[in-house]
């Protein structure tokens, strides 16, 4: 992952700051930095997104294409991740960022493995034969800190505004199945996000943990915790991170926060997305490597 080298002395700034809830940008422990959140920016997708979140930026890109449904579950689509961190950092040129994007994908596999985060029988055409496969391609523009929250968000936020085209499957008198999209971009269906969660990550830095760490305050913890969170509040999976270790009381302390603080991440995404869909196609268009 993306770090920068601290000196002892700013080592040390940061972390008294910290302890007195004060972080060297202003904010609390439990404050994220400011987010830009915009939907529908890349062109001949199915759904996307783009999150800038202070310095992280992520652009997320959703394809619906026409599958076949796993043995273990002939009545369901399925999603599938791709994470691209080839991001401006010399650290995640080649292998460093090869591996940060396996990990990064295997922990997306991990947060949407758990039971209805998204209704995947919806996205079955025709049991044991077709289903509607999400291609989710994540792409690392710029690394700035905190990049788990950053892409949980930009995946919620594209899922939300995916559009999968209807179908219909027409039988013969000889029983061949034929199927037949709908051409109407209106006649379309939407996911429902309630039960998408986010990444919360809690890094433990001196006695206290902090959200929405900054590269310079991940420079100064040895250990964080991966919550994701639903809107409700409830925890569907953790992961520690770094090389140091955490004691019981701290983990329970940071499943609190983490659920305390993830609702209400979820709440301002939830009026940002449904602010700009209010908004139409007569919202100003920015468009992305359209």
């Not at 990990?103 to 991990?110: E, K, M």
């Not at 499957?169 to 986010?198: A, H, M, Q």
């Not at 499943?255 to 919202?283: C, F, P, Y």
Request: charged content about 30%.
């Amino acid at each position: 992952m993306a770090s920068v080298v601290l000196s002892e002395a700013e080592k040390l700034y940061i972390v008294h700051g910290v302890q007195e809830d004060l972080r060297v940008d202003g904010r609390g422990c439990e404050d994220y930095r400011c987010a830009e959140v915009e939907t529908d920016v890349v062109s001949n997708t199915s759904g996307s997104a783009r999150v800038k979140l202070g310095e992280t930026d992520i652009l997320v890109g959703i394809k619906a294409e026409m599958g076949t449904p796993k043995l273990e579950k002939p009545d369901e689509g399925y999603l599938e991740f791709f994470v691209d961190c080839s991001s401006n950092s010399p650290e995640l040129e080649g292998r460093g960022g090869e591996e940060l994007g396996t990990d990064i994908a295997n922990t997306l596999y991990r947060v949407f493995s758990c039971e209805n985060t998204v209704d995947l029988k919806s996205l079955c055409i025709n049991p044991k034969e077709h289903c509607w496969v999400l291609y989710v391609d994540v792409l690392l523009l710029e690394c700035g800190g905190n990049i788990f929250d950053a892409i949980s968000i930009a995946v919620k936020a594209a899922l939300f505004n995916t559009r999968i085209p209807k179908v219909r499957v027409l039988e013969d008198e000889e029983g061949t199945k034929e199927i037949e999209l709908s051409d109407d971009p209106y006649d379309c269906i939407r996911l429902n996000i309630d039960e998408v969660p986010c990444i919360v990550t809690l890094s433990k830095i001196g006695y206290r943990h902090v959200v929405d760490a900054t590269l310079q305050e991940e420079a100064c913890s040895l250990a964080s915790l991966l919550v994701s969170v639903t809107s409700k509040g409830a925890i569907t999976s953790m992961k520690k991170v770094g090389k140091g270790s955490l004691d019981p009381e701290s983990i329970f302390e940071m499943m609190e926060t983490g659920q305390r603080v993830g609702k209400l991440l979820h709440i301002a995404l939830q009026k940002i997305l449904d602010e700009e869909e209010s908004l139409g196609t007569s919202r100003p268009k920015v468009g992305f490597l359209g």
